[in-house]
């Protein structure tokens, strides 16, 4: 199990990945993170389409890497 995310533990002057729908999908977030993205946020996700298990929403827009962490995600 992984340690809990803090934002304490990010460096002074961090680099955040700003959540946008449509874009931030996995492989952007690693491109991000290879860049320097030292935080990243998914995708804005609904939480009527979590509640229904919506397949885009569960599938596509929830998916994560373990070298995509730390990541957040920001619920709609």
Same mark, same amino acid.
């Given at each position: 199990m992984s340690t809990p995310f803090r934002w304490t533990d990010l460096p002074p002057g961090f680099? $955040? !990945?700003?959540?946008?729908?449509?874009? &931030?999908?996995?492989?952007?977030?690693?491109l991000c993170k290879r860049y320097g993205a030292d935080v990243i946020f998914t995708e804005m996700v609904s939480v009527e $389409? !979590?509640?229904?298990?919506?397949?885009? &929403?569960?599938?596509?827009?929830?998916?994560?890497?373990p070298e995509e962490r730390p990541i957040i995600c920001q619920l709609m």
């Open positions: 680099l $955040a !990945l700003s959540p946008m729908a449509g874009v &931030t999908d996995s492989p952007f977030r690693r $389409a !979590l509640l229904h298990r919506h397949p885009r &929403t569960t599938g596509q827009m929830l998916y994560y890497l």
